[in-house]
């Protein structure tokens, strides 16, 4: 009951906000107001490696202060305007008590790392956050804890006795030598000589059991302390590894783990990381929403689009439109979650350049989807950074760049040649009206003021183009269509060959280029600048 009249009164108080800054803002450019995310399936989602994004005390370590410091930056609350990038949700990296820098192995999933701050700042945080209907999810590692933990410990010291009855006992995965699983990794367990934990990842990341009713219902003990805080779901780290090579076993376990919690919670939002292709991904989306990986990295459907490699748009939104309707049939609270890279990937900068005008198509691609798209922190102003020859994930985490003396700094063992950094700060960006930076914000809010993008009916445009083509987007009695164009020349299409409705109007101009309808012999031409994009209606 009391969780109930607190997310009232949380409902009451977003739409008096929704209301001052709607009454407050009528001079949008296009004079359309923006859509009030609220308890839809479409945030811009903005993560956050939080050791690496922003330090506010001095230690060069990224903190939740730093986020704190940055929320203007990040979202002013005002959806129609200001100087700010307008992401709606942030997904923080994990924030738990950890021995390592990128905090992927608990120690204590109760315990805010002092690195980061404490449990105060992370409810300053979410109080902030929650005041400009931005949401917060937080990673989560529920297959392996830190070797360090307590219960691992105990677990070990059972073993160690051969104390069967202790309750740890079977607290992770283990095996006799000869049970060990095919395809599974292994560690010495302890003393024993004989017995060995599951360790997939590394052997200091032990793997819980969940077999084990006492493990599940602990972890639910843990999702649910955050969520009574205040956070509004997780994203949860390597989902298809509870059970290693199980997916029909890891959907039911998602499934199961979640009920109790998502009646409590009704909005409570989930991203699972199931590393895979999109078959075993569908699976997935039985129980929670996924991320979107055949869209990412350096040959994924959208680099692949906005490099403008000949029909790779039409790939794209094929792919887009059936992958798009198979989600939404799953749940009605599903969404399609694409992103560029993330934390373990190499940053999208170095394969979609600024210069060359791809980066501004990438945005396009990504930000003009349905769902709930996702920013890599430092995405936005075109931040490099790649393993490279040293093969360090630390070169993927860079410190951000704001340029105006934040003290954070890069993680430890990194290597990246900082003359690699060609596109500017934070702060020269800001002052650049044609920078990539100010271009994802115009992205951003334009997605916000039509609904069709985030939450409409896709249908692919394909115009027989090689580098031009886009989608036919219907959500209520909203029906437009984006069209993209991925060549690095300008290119005319012919809208009125495109079935019966007749696109007309340019609504937006999105990238470098310029666009305009109407030719002398065909009035249903459509010319569009390269690498730029077009809403019509
Ligand atoms: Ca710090
Ligand atoms: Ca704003
Ligand atoms: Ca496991």
Same mark, same amino acid.
């Given at each position: 009951?009391?969780?109930?009249?607190?997310?009232?009164?949380?409902?009451?108080?977003?739409?008096?906000?929704?209301?001052?800054?709607?009454?407050?803002?009528?001079?949008?450019?296009?004079?359309?107001?923006?859509?009030?995310?609220?308890?839809?399936?479409?945030?811009?989602?903005?993560?956050?490696?939080?050791?690496?994004?922003?330090?506010?005390? %001095?230690?060069?370590?990224?903190?939740?202060?730093?986020?704190? &410091? /940055?929320?203007?930056?990040? &979202?002013?609350?005002?959806?129609?305007?200001?100087?700010?990038?307008?992401?709606?949700?942030?997904?923080?990296?994990?924030?738990?008590?950890?021995?390592?820098?990128?905090?992927?192995?608990?120690?204590?999933?109760?315990?805010?790392?002092?690195?980061?701050? =404490?449990?105060?700042?992370?409810?300053?945080?979410?109080?902030?956050?929650?005041?400009?209907?931005?949401?917060?999810?937080?990673?989560?590692?529920?297959?392996?804890?830190?070797?360090?933990?307590?219960?691992?410990?105990?677990?070990?010291?059972?073993?160690?006795?051969?104390?069967?009855?202790? !309750?740890?006992?079977?607290?992770?995965?283990?095996?006799?030598? =000869?049970?060990?699983?095919?395809?599974?990794?292994?560690?010495?367990?302890?003393?024993?000589?004989?017995?060995?934990?599951?360790?997939?990842?590394?052997?200091?990341?032990?793997?819980?059991?969940?077999?084990?009713?006492?493990?599940?219902?602990?972890?639910?003990?843990?999702?649910?302390?955050?969520?009574?805080?205040?956070?509004?779901?997780?994203?949860?780290?390597?989902?298809?590894?509870?059970?290693?090579?199980?997916?029909?076993?890891?959907?039911?376990?998602?499934?199961?783990?979640?009920?109790?919690?998502?009646?409590?919670?009704?909005?409570?939002?989930?991203? %699972?990381?199931?590393?895979?292709?999109?078959?075993?991904?569908?699976?997935?989306?039985?129980?929670? &929403?996924?991320?979107?990986?055949?869209?990412?990295?350096?040959?994924?459907?959208?680099?692949?689009?906005?490099?403008?490699?000949?029909?790779?748009?039409?790939?794209?939104?094929?792919?887009?439109?059936?992958?798009?309707?198979?989600?939404?049939?799953?749940?009605? =609270?599903?969404?399609?979650?694409?992103?560029?890279?993330?934390?373990?990937?190499?940053?999208?900068?170095?394969?979609?350049?600024?210069?060359?005008?791809?980066?501004?198509? %990438?945005?396009?691609?990504?930000?003009?989807?349905?769902?709930?798209?996702?920013?890599?922190?430092?995405? !936005?102003?075109?931040?490099? #950074?790649?393993?490279?020859?040293?093969?360090?994930?630390? &070169?993927?985490?860079?410190?951000?760049?704001? #340029?105006?003396? =934040?003290?954070?700094?890069?993680?430890?063992?990194?290597?990246?040649?900082?003359?690699?950094?060609?596109?500017?700060?934070?702060?020269?960006?800001?002052?650049?009206?044609?920078?990539?930076?100010?271009?994802?914000?115009?992205?951003?809010?334009?997605?916000?003021?039509?609904?069709?993008?985030? /939450?409409?009916?896709?249908?692919?445009?394909?115009?027989?183009?090689?580098?031009?083509?886009?989608?036919?987007?219907?959500?209520?009695? !909203?029906?437009?269509? @984006?069209?993209?164009?991925?060549?690095?020349?300008?290119?005319? @299409?012919?809208?009125?060959?495109? #079935?019966?409705?007749?696109?007309?109007?340019?609504?937006?101009?999105?990238?470098?280029?310029?666009?305009?309808?109407?030719?002398?012999?065909?009035?249903?031409?459509?010319?569009?600048?390269?690498?730029?994009?077009?809403?019509?209606?």
């Amino acid at each position: 009951m009391k969780q109930k009249t607190i997310r009232i009164l949380a409902l009451l108080v977003t739409f008096a906000l929704a209301a001052a800054s709607l009454a407050g803002c009528a001079s949008g450019k296009t004079g359309k107001a923006a859509v009030d995310p609220i308890d839809d399936n479409c945030r811009v989602i903005y993560q956050i490696f939080v050791g690496s994004f922003s330090d506010s005390d %001095g230690d060069g370590t990224g903190d939740l202060r730093g986020i704190i &410091n /940055r929320m203007d930056y990040l &979202n002013d609350g005002d959806i129609n305007g200001g100087n700010d990038l307008g992401v709606q949700l942030l997904w923080l990296s994990p924030v738990f008590q950890s021995p390592s820098y990128h905090k992927y192995d608990t120690i204590d999933y109760y315990t805010i790392d002092p690195k980061f701050g =404490d449990e105060a700042a992370m409810k300053e945080l979410l109080e902030l956050c929650h005041a400009r209907n931005v949401k917060v999810i937080l990673d989560i590692a529920l297959n392996h804890s830190s070797s360090s933990c307590v219960w691992f410990q105990k677990f070990v010291g059972a073993h160690n006795n051969g104390d069967t009855s202790n !309750e740890y006992y079977d607290w992770y995965s283990w095996a006799d030598a =000869d049970h060990r699983r095919n395809g599974c990794s292994y560690a010495k367990l302890g003393t024993t000589g004989t017995q060995f934990y599951e360790c997939n990842f590394d052997t200091g990341m032990p793997e819980l059991n969940y077999d084990n009713p006492k493990v599940r219902e602990e972890m639910e003990k843990v999702c649910r302390y955050w969520l009574d805080l205040g956070v509004d779901g997780f994203r949860f780290d390597a989902v298809k590894y509870i059970y290693f090579g199980e997916a029909a076993r890891n959907v039911a376990f998602w499934k199961d783990f979640l009920k109790g919690m998502k009646e409590s919670y009704p909005d409570m939002y989930t991203v %699972g990381e199931c590393w895979s292709g999109n078959s075993e991904i569908l699976q997935y989306y039985d129980a929670l &929403n996924c991320f979107d990986f055949s869209v990412a990295t350096a040959d994924g459907m959208i680099a692949n689009a906005a490099k403008g490699k000949a029909n790779q748009i039409n790939v794209f939104t094929k792919y887009v439109t059936s992958v798009n309707a198979k989600i939404r049939e799953k749940r009605d =609270d599903a969404f399609f979650v694409p992103f560029i890279a993330n934390h373990d990937m190499d940053r999208a900068a170095g394969y979609l350049t600024v210069s060359a005008g791809s980066a501004f198509m %990438g945005a396009n691609l990504l930000l003009l989807s349905p769902g709930s798209p996702v920013i890599y922190y430092g995405e !936005e102003i075109a931040m490099k #950074g790649s393993r490279g020859s040293s093969n360090t994930d630390a &070169n993927r985490r860079l410190a951000m760049l704001w #340029g105006d003396g =934040d003290t954070v700094r890069d993680p430890q063992g990194t290597s990246f040649d900082s003359s690699k950094q060609v596109n500017g700060t934070v702060q020269d960006q800001l002052a650049d009206e044609a920078s990539i930076l100010n271009h994802y914000a115009k992205v951003i809010s334009i997605r916000g003021r039509y609904p069709a993008i985030g /939450r409409g009916t896709y249908a692919a445009i394909d115009f027989g183009d090689k580098f031009c083509g886009g989608f036919d987007i219907t959500y209520g009695d !909203e029906r437009i269509a @984006v069209i993209h164009n991925t060549g690095n020349a300008e290119t005319t @299409v012919d809208l009125g060959k495109y #079935g019966a409705y007749g696109f007309s109007e340019i609504l937006e101009t999105v990238g470098p280029g310029e666009a305009k309808t109407g030719g002398a012999s065909n009035p249903h031409e459509l010319t569009v600048g390269p690498y730029t994009s077009v809403i019509l209606k």
